[in-house]
């Protein structure tokens, strides 16, 4: 597949994926059973996938990350309906109003930014994109995550996710521990915490979900260290189940749109989600030109 189609594919992953995670919360579906139920549509998807829309048009517009331009549109279009964190949404009003993103980014959180999982789980369609060169997909997540994510965990968070992305897009067969590793070997250092969480999945491969999550967090501490070693370990064990994936993440609670937006994007290219599920979700906005 060419770039773009690899990057829509994952968005359309990604997309759903978010859209069905984000039902559970609501009151009225609680009653269900995720690994088996279906909540009712139509299915909304939250800043999870506005903000990868984003990220996909800027691709489709630069070939890159242009960074200025990606802080633009994210404030932009930013919709505080789509569920939009509190740090997120005061961020992208201040660049709106016309300061700087890089002074916004570094002044948020006392002043170390934010390490989050929002840079994570936008960034599985990038790293589908740069399919090719997975270096690359790591320097230019790292790009996307700076916009508003400047803490190392954060920007760490983003790396591991795409470059994951960027492999299971191109592998013919890829293997569970390749996942994981290559994802950690791309990882910067300096972000500690998500690497030691990759390092504990590793040990984890032959555990349900559940007790994996028991172990690497669930999002539920919305942190990018609580959620991405989850989310590649849940890859990693179920390469080819795009349904069984984004169900499990939905199965153990937390922070459900999230860990099943990044896992539905970067299985997404591999498996397509179910034509039901795609329906049920409503349609990407307009402005999506891609």
């Given at each position: ?9 994952s ?52 070939d ?5 331009d ?21 961020l992208l ?7 700087d993103w ?37 320097q ?40 994981i590793?290559?994802?950690?070997d ?25 007790e ?60 397509a ?5 795609l ?11 891609a």
């Amino acid at each position: 597949m060419a770039p773009l189609t690899r990057a829509l594919a994952s968005l359309d992953g990604l997309s759903v994926g978010d859209a069905f995670g984000d039902r559970f919360f609501e009151a009225a579906n609680r009653g269900l059973a995720p690994d088996r139920d279906l909540p009712p549509s139509p299915w909304a998807w939250t800043d999870d996938t506005e903000m990868a829309c984003t990220v996909v048009d800027v691709l489709a517009r630069h070939d890159r990350i242009e960074q200025d331009d990606l802080a633009t549109r994210f404030a932009e279009r930013m919709d505080v309906a789509r569920a939009y964190g509190v740090g997120a949404a005061e961020l992208l009003t201040r660049v709106r109003t016309g300061h700087d993103w890089r002074v916004a980014a570094c002044d948020s959180f006392e002043g170390k930014g934010s390490y989050g999982n929002g840079a994570a789980m936008r960034v599985a369609p990038l790293g589908a994109y740069f399919a090719d060169d997975p270096d690359r997909a790591a320097q230019e997540a790292e790009l996307s995550a700076e916009v508003t994510h400047v803490h190392p965990e954060g920007v760490a968070g983003a790396v591991a996710v795409a470059v994951a992305a960027s492999y299971v897009a191109r592998a013919d067969e890829p293997t569970p521990r390749d996942v994981i590793e290559i994802a950690l070997d791309h990882t910067p250092g300096s972000g500690e915490y998500v690497r030691r969480g990759l390092r504990r999945a590793l040990n984890l491969l032959r555990q349900t979900p559940k007790e994996a999550a028991h172990e690497l967090g669930n999002g539920s501490r919305i942190s990018a260290q609580d959620t991405v070693p989850f989310c590649l370990w849940l890859v990693a064990t179920h390469l080819d189940e795009y349904e069984r994936a984004v169900r499990a993440c939905a199965a153990v609670g937390g922070d459900m749109d999230t860990t099943a937006a990044i896992v539905g994007g970067i299985l997404g290219v591999r498996t397509a989600p179910p034509e039901q599920w795609l329906q049920a979700r409503e349609p990407l906005p307009d402005w999506l030109g891609a």
